[in-house]
């Protein structure tokens, strides 16, 4: 994927590879527009790809179930004619206008990007894990034992897990990892969970049956091993410290969903999100967008499907900013095909 070069011009500089950024490249590449994308993560995909890649999507249309990881896999071949570039591995810092009127957004390493047009995808914002307050949790990062999504639920058979956590994602993977799990223990600190009712019985029922060891009221405040993991310390309300020996701890208590450098861009924002037009999704930047879960308007619902609708209206008033001369005439993919872009054009 095109890393090398460190200035890159284009049409459509997309920041943010989830599923609505990819998305907008394929609609771009129907109205003869290059996208250049842009993400923090290294791999494409969004939250489908980091934080729930083996869970079945019910709500996209024509998918009756789809997991969310063939979905962004569908989605790269689905814009492969129009060839996108793809700077991975790096955060978007800095949005500025240049005297041409075009948009230059460089990168924390220093790569410049300039585009009449930016479509800001961002979704949560950077990705930024809420971890617990345990003073030593760094020592045991990158692979030696706390980890703060599940990325490849196979590491994890054969293991003893911790889980830490009262949504979704706490009970799902309890769920999903108890099976293959040598042990399995769920600590959350309340006695009420707040994920889905379905999910919260089935937990129960996996520890009614000695499958899972489920502590409530309970907090792990500290973590024990030489070089890795070995022990969590767990606070119980009631019956005070002990120790469960584990190879993994996972704290899944979501993201917390910071806007980061976008925040600083001068852009109108409305309870964290980026106010946009309806009509175009438009931002108070002429020739800036944002699509996906990180715009906001009345009626705003943070779904795939709905990104999708943003990013299409979006390049409609995208090719007007970078053909200002050029009509545009609306037509039906069954009636085009989809005409990809010749490989190797220079732009
Ligand atoms: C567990 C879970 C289950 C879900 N289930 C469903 C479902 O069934 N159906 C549904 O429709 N939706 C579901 N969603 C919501 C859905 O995932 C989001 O609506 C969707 O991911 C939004 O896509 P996006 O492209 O707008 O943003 P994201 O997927 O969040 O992608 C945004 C990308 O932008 C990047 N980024 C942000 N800031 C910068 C920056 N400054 N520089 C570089 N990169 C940056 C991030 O790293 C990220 O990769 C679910 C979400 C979760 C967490």
């Given at each position: 994927m095109g890393m090398d070069s460190k200035y890159i011009e284009t049409d459509i500089v997309i920041i943010g590879?989830?599923?609505?950024?990819?998305?907008?490249?394929?609609?771009?590449?129907?109205?003869?527009?290059r996208c250049h994308l842009i993400d923090?993560?290294?791999?494409?995909?969004?939250?489908?790809?980091?934080?729930?890649?083996?869970?079945?999507?019910?709500?996209?249309?024509?998918?009756?179930?789809?997991?969310?990881?063939d979905l962004v896999r569908n989605l790269l071949k689905q814009i492969e004619p129009f060839q996108p570039g793809y700077t991975l591995g790096e955060r978007?810092?800095?949005?500025?206008?240049?005297?041409d009127g075009r948009w230059r957004v460089i990168t924390e390493r220093g790569t410049v990007h300039v585009a009449p047009v930016v479509f800001i995808a961002g979704g949560l914002g950077a990705f930024e894990p809420r971890k617990p307050p345990?003073?030593?949790?760094?020592?045991?990062?990158?692979?030696?034992?706390?980890?703060y999504c599940v990325r490849n639920p196979e590491e994890f058979s054969g293991r003893r897990i911790v889980i830490a956590g009262g949504g979704d994602s706490a009970l799902d993977w309890?769920?999903?990892?108890?099976?293959?799990?040598a042990s399995l223990t769920l600590v959350h600190r309340r006695s009420e969970f707040r994920g889905a009712p379905d999910s919260v019985e089935k937990v129960q029922e996996l520890?009614?049956?000695?499958?899972?060891?489920?502590?409530?009221?309970?907090?792990?405040?500290?973590?024990?091993?030489n070089g890795r993991l070995e022990q969590v310390i767990i606070q119980h309300e009631t019956d005070g410290l002990f120790e469960v020996d584990t190879d993994y701890f996972l704290p899944l208590f979501g993201l917390t969903p910071k806007l980061g450098p976008i925040e600083h861009w001068g852009l109108e924002l409305k309870d964290g999100a980026i106010?946009?037009?309806?009509?175009?999704?438009?931002?108070?930047?002429p020739g800036v967008f944002a699509i996906g879960d990180i715009n906001t308007y009345p009626g705003k619902l943070k779904l795939i499907l709905c990104g999708f609708h943003e990013a299409t209206l979006a390049c409609q008033a995208a090719f007007k900013v970078v053909n200002p001369d050029k009509k545009l005439s609306f037509k039906y993919t069954t009636v085009t095909g989809i005409e990809g872009f010749p490989a190797k054009t220079p732009r």
């Open positions: 590879a989830g599923p609505v950024g990819l998305f907008a490249v394929f609609e771009a590449g129907l109205l003869k527009m923090t993560l290294p791999q494409p995909g969004g939250q489908l790809a980091e934080i729930y890649p083996k869970k079945p999507i019910y709500d996209i249309p024509g998918f009756p179930s789809i997991l969310a990881g978007a810092e800095v949005l500025e206008r240049q005297a345990i003073g030593n949790i760094g020592d045991y990062e990158n692979g030696r034992g706390v980890a309890t769920i999903y990892l108890a099976d293959d799990a520890a009614r049956q000695g499958r899972i060891r489920l502590i409530t009221n309970a907090q792990v405040v500290g973590l024990k091993g106010a946009v037009d309806t009509r175009d999704y438009s931002t108070n930047l």
